[in-house]
Antibody, heavy 120, light 113 residues
Framework: EVQLVESGGDLVQPGGSLRLSCSAS????????MHWVRQAPGKGLEYVST????????YFADSVKGRFTISRDNSKNTVYLQMSSLRVEDTAIYYC?????????????WGQGTLVTVSS | DIVMTQSPDSLAVSLGERATINCKSS????????????LAWYQQKPGQSPKLLIY???TRESGVPDRFSGSGSGTDFTLTISSLQAEDVAVYYC?????????FGPGTKLGIK
């Protein structure tokens, strides 16, 4: 059974930093690109970032480019989202997501999410 | 970026009746290799993560009741619930996975009339 478990969400002040983690199980983690999608309170879904299976390529939404980085440790089946220069508008539930194909297809599995609150 | 729009924003349907949600993409999401549209539908209930319902615009995910169906191609898509059940109350999102940045529709909130 595929499982994605996020952690690291917290209350942080504007301008601060936070690192989210996503621990994966139930599939060959090292073969799949991994993704983060977020959802602000009461709002819709927003794609945030992707890291390729081999870490060779990353992608970021314009809204987080230059402030967020993504990395992974295939030996630990874990993907990370390092967030810096956080803004109030980054407040959201952050979901770790897997696509159906190694680097293609729809999002077939979602974690339960971890809440990041940016507030003074 | 491909912009996804949905209509209506919210919808109230009587139990047992049909619910129809529309989704439109700002450009075609038709995959040239298999002539299928890179369009998925998700259901999100309060306090839960999104759940995949439909992919390739019309293929139902395993375990999804057959009252859910998807149709459309290119830029115009529809999610239909043929006979609304109480457990279908949720927000429904369309999503294009044709190209990055992956984008979602704003959601349609479905309730009971």
């Amino acid at each position: 059974e595929v499982q994605l478990v996020e952690s690291g969400g917290d209350l942080v002040q504007p301008g601060g930093s936070l690192r989210l983690s996503c621990s994966a199980s139930g599939f060959t983690f090292s073969s799949y690109d991994m993704h983060w999608v977020r959802q602000a309170p009461g709002k819709g879904l927003e794609y945030v970032s992707t890291i390729s299976y081999n870490e060779f390529s990353t992608y970021f939404a314009d809204s987080v480019k230059g402030r967020f980085t993504i990395s992974r440790d295939n030996s630990k089946n874990t993907v990370y989202l390092q967030m810096s220069s956080l803004r109030v508008e980054d407040t959201a539930i952050y979901y770790c997501v897997k696509r159906w194909g190694y680097s293609s297809g729809w999002f077939d599995y979602w974690g339960q999410g971890t809440l990041v609150t940016v507030s003074s | 970026d491909i912009v996804m729009t949905q209509s209506p924003d919210s919808l109230a349907v009587s139990l047992g009746e049909r619910a129809t949600i529309n989704c439109k993409s700002s450009q075609s999401v038709l995959h040239s290799s298999n002539n299928k549209s890179c369009l998925a539908w998700y259901q999100q209930k309060p306090g839960q993560s999104p759940k995949l319902l439909i992919y390739w615009a019309s293929t139902r995910e395993s375990g999804v009741p057959d009252r859910f169906s998807g149709s459309g191609s290119g830029t115009d898509f529809t999610l239909t619930i043929s006979s609304l059940q109480a457990e279908d109350v949720a927000v429904y999102y369309c999503h294009q996975y044709y190209t990055t940045p992956f984008t979602f529709g704003p959601g349609t909130k479905l309730g009971i009339k």
